[in-house]
């Protein structure tokens, strides 16, 4: 397909931007192409001022017959500007695992959509894409200080999948600490967020294609974390202190259908103490958190408790106890423990089973029975802690309505009152008299009997929601127990909510400290609902005003950017499950204005890594010679050759470097540093420095060498090591960023958490690698780090609230430029910055000026000038930007000064994942449209739509 060429745009952010446009059309191997959706690109400020004018001379003459005459004319003009064209293509679309799945898995109950359905869709996509992505024109004059001159590469074909969301597991409430919520994904990733730092990622395992991780749940009190109780760690709050300290004696526990059960070890990047159920795959998982206790439910139909312990500094998963098979697999769990016990004893597990039933079981121990004789004296307790039996006492059978096969209920919960509230596959959500079996009460989730997939219940135990395949969110509500002697109240359905496309797998209850980023502690949270599914996004509603605020929406970008440039080569590096892409970017512009490419030429090729492991992270060099990449196996590293063909490059021939086995561990992070230096941070909690030796004249590379020669010329080796074991800090969360100087001298690695030690900034020399210092705790979490330009050597860290900090390596302390904003400096800093909705994702030093670096996020990204004086207001480009119109301030909180640049905030790109400089006056910014990511999903439950 032939490049549409456009007339002359001139964009500005502050000051006018060149942009080169790179889209995509088809790429190699991803067979017959779709048909193209054309996105029409932002008009001039002259053109939309001319077609204003135009359109006024027409009203005035046509008078009432203007209307036709406007649309005529905007029809020629979308059809004259559009110069973008997206094309998927079938090798591009969303690749479903195929994994055993049992008769008894959550069925796919959902109906495709007719052609004009799926076009109604469409359009409606279409218009929230254009709501959120489209930027209003404005009547650009020429500042007096410029923010920014650069050219930019715009690319928005590069196709990032996010997966669905398979279940979600928030950490049992404790008012000393924050929440987290760990989110298991399609392609067998689980990610860690936290709601209180703006849904930020603060640890990721990539996991297997093939091992899903389809239930999760939360256990207390094991773990040993050194930071937990190291005394030289300090913190900016008492609060930010006791989260640590909590948190790291959590351990995650997930089970697959594949019949494991296993420890979710965040700090490793990996499964540990994977324990095979003996009876085949665990649809359920519950725990009682306290006594580390998890019981899953099996596909024989048997419930296996396990507890988790700790034995030479390694978790061990042990079998205490079997309930008896109930004849069909075991597919929800809700374990109840007995008021005033502790462990098992006088437990009440609920069991919904395949055949329709929900089974009630009661723990009956001889402890219990020598309680009541008053039998047990001083040590004779222990000989009984062994001796467990569990007691079928009470069978609730669920209505199937005259169909011959049974109901299943995929979601229990129990509440305190003896309550047991069931979601089945007829899309019913029943309350149980869990003492007697009888039904209380029974409502319909939607009307076309889709299943309801999950369940969750207030802290109080006054409000239940529930979801499915329908994805319409329900609250079934009772007033509050005045008495307990009133007896129970009706429930009933008093609101609903449907922000999700396709079906909601998932749902959660988590608490909100802080809304700003912060992680401050708040004495009265506001208890918040969570959803997710098929669509991979996630909703968060108030649970208070679950029907007057609307749910907000968190897009599922990425925290860790999966892209990689390769500056001097010009060549971009793309992260998939099992592979990576390598795209070319276009020749710089000498004259200002667009020019659009063809996609398929800017597709070069891509390394396929064969691994039952997906990729955990990868990087290019600079030179784009070498990629390194690690699964959850081993360490790969690959020389690449280009062919060139009128000085572009058209292809590529990956060859793999041998790499010696104390060198080929798998690793968390990695990064190259100058000189052909390999920064890696391993999974055995240790930081290497390898060296990339190459025999002879490396100029004279080409694509006519061959693999014995290659692997014969080009050896690796080790420069340096460093444990972090030994070092104080915080190691339940992995290092996830690492930040290289441009000397190569210096380097930073950034972990999750708070407190001091997040950031540690380490020097190579002599080939040994030194803790050279690590930065104090800050007032939020920090995000991301990076090294200024220039001779001074400065470091830049960003926290989760957009607080900026800059740190000078020579004196160990806070910049002369942070003693002048203060500290804290979130007090000092303009308002739009501070109520910007997402975190920082990066931080890009400007190339030439070290005065000068840019905060990224997903929606905006905001120019520093430590030059200038922080203004109480930034200045919004562009100025009438729909999103920016939205964030009304009053007019006493400040007035933007046009006179000063600094904090601009850029507004004209969104659904950012990737930005960076790779010159002085060029800048890359890959985004990905929502709209793209909504072709690939899959059809949703046919429903009918009012006016339809």
């Known amino acids: 397909m032939a490049a549409e060429k456009n007339n002359i745009d001139s964009n500005e952010v502050g000051v006018p931007v060149s942009e080169g446009i790179t889209s995509s059309s088809k790429k190699k191997g991803s067979g017959k192409p779709k048909a193209s959706k054309q996105v029409s690109p932002k008009a001039t400020p002259k053109d939309k001022k001319d077609n204003s004018q135009n359109s006024k001379k027409d009203s005035s003459k046509k008078g009432g017959k203007s209307s036709s005459g406007k649309k005529k004319k905007k029809k020629e003009e979308k059809k004259h500007l559009s110069g973008i064209k997206l094309t998927l293509s079938p090798g591009e679309l969303s690749k479903k695992t195929e994994a055993h799945t049992p008769a008894c898995d959550k069925p796919a109950k959902r109906a495709r959509k007719d052609k004009s359905d799926a076009k109604k869709s469409s359009t409606i996509s279409r218009n929230e894409e254009r709501n959120r992505d489209e930027t209003l024109d404005t009547n650009m004059h020429e500042p007096k200080r410029a923010a920014l001159n650069v050219q930019v590469h715009r690319m928005r074909h590069l196709n990032f999948r996010p997966r669905a969301i398979l279940h979600m597991a928030t950490t049992p409430f404790n008012s000393e600490c924050g929440d987290y919520i760990a989110i298991s994904r399609e392609n067998g990733s689980v990610e860690l967020k936290s709601p209180d730092e703006k849904w930020r990622s603060i640890a990721t395992i990539a996991g297997m294609s093939s091992k899903t991780v389809d239930v999760m749940t939360w256990l207390c009190g094991v773990r040993d974390n050194r930071a937990s109780e190291n005394t030289s760690l300090s913190y900016s709050s008492d609060f930010h202190k006791s989260h640590t300290k909590i948190h790291g004696q959590r351990s995650l526990i997930g089970a697959s259908k594949d019949g494991t059960i296993f420890v979710v070890d965040f700090s490793k990047g990996k499964y540990t103490a994977v324990t095979g159920s003996g009876g085949g795959g665990i649809f359920a998982l519950s725990s009682l958190p306290s006594d580390d206790l998890v019981a899953a439910g099996c596909e024989d139909g048997a419930i296996r408790i396990y507890k988790l312990r700790r034995s030479d500094s390694e978790l061990h998963l042990d079998l205490v106890s079997t309930i008896p098979h109930a004849g069909s697999a075991v597919l929800s769990l809700a374990w109840l423990q007995n008021s005033g016990n502790h462990g098992m004893d006088g437990s009440v597990i609920y069991a919904g089973v395949a055949d329709g039933t929900i089974r009630r079981y009661e723990c009956k121990s001889k402890i219990s029975r020598a309680r009541a004789k008053g039998s047990i004296v001083g040590r004779e307790e222990e000989e009984f802690s062994g001796n467990q039996t569990w007691i079928s006492t009470v069978r609730m059978t669920v209505e199937c309505f005259g169909r011959t096969t049974p109901t299943l209920v995929w979601d229990l919960v129990a509440l305190a009152d ?95 400290h802080d809304l ?195 692997e014969s010329n080009v050896t690796v080796s080790k420069e340096g090591l460093h444990n972090l074991q030994s070092e104080t800090v915080n190691t339940s969360f992995p290092v996830h960023t690492i930040a290289v100087a441009e000397d190569g001298k210096h380097f930073g690695t950034v972990r999750g958490g708070v407190g001091s030690g997040t950031v540690s900034i380490y020097r190579i020399e002599n080939d040994c690698i030194q803790n050279y210092w690590s930065l104090p705790a800050l007032e939020a979490p920090i995000t991301c780090v990076a090294f200024l330009t220039g001779t ?50 990066s931080i890009l030093p400007h190339p030439k000026d070290n005065k000068k670096f840019i905060l990224g996020s997903f929606g905006a990204f905001s120019i520093i000038n430590m030059a200038l004086a922080m203004p109480e207001r930034c200045k919004i480009f562009p100025e009438k930007h729909l999103r920016g119109k939205k964030r009304k301030l009053d007019k006493e909180e400040g007035a933007v000064d046009p006179n000063n640049p600094n904090c601009t905030i850029c507004m004209r790109y969104n659904s950012i994942i990737h930005n960076d400089f790779i010159s002085d006056e060029e800048m890359v910014i890959v985004e990905q449209p929502w709209l793209s990511v909504f072709a690939t999903l899959p059809g949703a439950l046919e429903r009918k739509v009012f006016g339809t």
């Open 418 to 512: 003896g309550t047991v509230v069931s979601g089945d596959s007829l899309g019913h959500v029943q309350f149980w008299d869990g003492k007697t079996g009888t039904m209380l009460q029974s409502f319909e989730q939607n009307d076309k009997k889709a299943d309801v997939l999950s369940l969750a219940v207030t802290p109080d135990e006054c409000k239940v929601f529930a979801s499915g395949i329908d994805s319409r969110v329900i609250c079934i509500e009772r007033p509050t127990l005045k008495n307990a002697r009133d007896g129970p109240e009706q429930w009933v359905i008093t609101q609903a909510q449907r922000p999700h496309t396709h079906d909601v797998k998932s749902i959660c209850i988590y608490r909100a």
């Open 516 to 710: 700003t980023g912060s992680l401050a502690r708040s004495e009265d949270p506001d208890i918040m609902l969570c959803t997710g599914g098929v669509d991979t996004k996630i909703c968060t509603y108030f649970v208070k005003g679950f029907k007057k605020h609307r749910p907000k929406i968190w897009f599922p970008w990425p925290t860790k950017s999966p892209i990689s440039i390769a500056k001097s080569a010009r060549v971009l590096l793309l992260q998939r499950e099992s592979s990576l892409e390598l795209h070319m970017l276009a020749p710089r512009q000498t004259e200002s204005h667009s020019m659009i490419c063809e996609e398929e030429k800017t597709f070069i090729g891509s390394l396929d890594i064969q691994s039952s492991h997906n990729i955990v992270c990868s990087d290019v060099s600079t030179d784009g010679k070498y990629v390194v990449a690690s699964t959850g196996l081993a360490l790969l590293l690959f020389k690449v050759y280009y062919s060139l063909n009128d000085d572009r490059i058209t292809d590529c021939s990956p060859v793999q470097i041998s790499l010696d086995e104390e060198l080929k561990g798998p690793c968390l992070s990695v990064k190259f540093a100058p000189n052909d230096r390999i920064i890696c941070v391993g999974m055995d909690g240790n930081i290497q420095v390898l060296k990339i030796n190459q025999a002879g004249d490396s100029s004279k590379d080409d694509l006519t060498n061959d693999v014995e020669e290659t």
């Open 792 to 841: 001074r050597q400065e470091l830049v860290a960003t926290c989760s609230n957009f607080a900026v900090y800059v740190f000078s390596l020579k004196d160990r302390k806070l910049s002369a430029w942070n003693e002048k904003t203060g500290f804290p400096i979130t007090p000092n800093l303009p308002l739009d910055l501070k109520r910007l909705p997402d975190f920082p994702s």
